[in-house]
């Protein structure tokens, strides 16, 4: 049984910090590429972060580089983003997911995520 489960998500003011952490179980988390998403009430989910199944080529959303930083310790079977500088529009549900297919590149796209963690909650106040 595929499992994620997300924690670090809290309350911060602006310009704060939060580490959310991602853990996975149930497949060979080494092997595939991963992603973190967001959700607001009312908007589509939006990917934030994309890191390759070897840990190279992050991605990120215009909205959080040169604030977020995605990682991941495979010998920990976790995923990790790193969220400086924060601004009351990162306000959202965060979601990790696992990528479709193992070796696959990452992508931007929701549809090509097959797992998803229950989500953490990220409130930032102004």
């Known amino acids: 049984q595929v499992q994620l489960v997300e924690s670090g998500g809290g309350l911060a003011q602006t310009g704060g910090s939060l580490r959310l952490s991602c853990a996975a179980s149930?497949?060979?988390?080494?092997?595939?590429?991963m992603g973190w998403f967001r959700q607001t009430p009312g908007k589509e989910r939006e990917v934030v972060a994309t890191i390759s199944w070897s840990g190279g080529t992050p991605y990120y959303t215009n909205s959080v580089k040169g604030r977020f930083t995605v990682s991941r310790d495979n010998a920990k079977n976790t995923l990790y983003l790193q969220m400086n500088s924060l601004k009351p529009e990162d306000t959202a549900v965060y979601y990790c997911a696992f990528r479709r297919g193992a070796y696959n590149s990452p992508t931007n796209r929701e549809n090509d995520y097959d797992y998803w963690g229950q989500g953490t909650q990220v409130t930032v106040s102004s």
């Open positions: 149930g497949r060979t988390f080494r092997a595939y590429a």
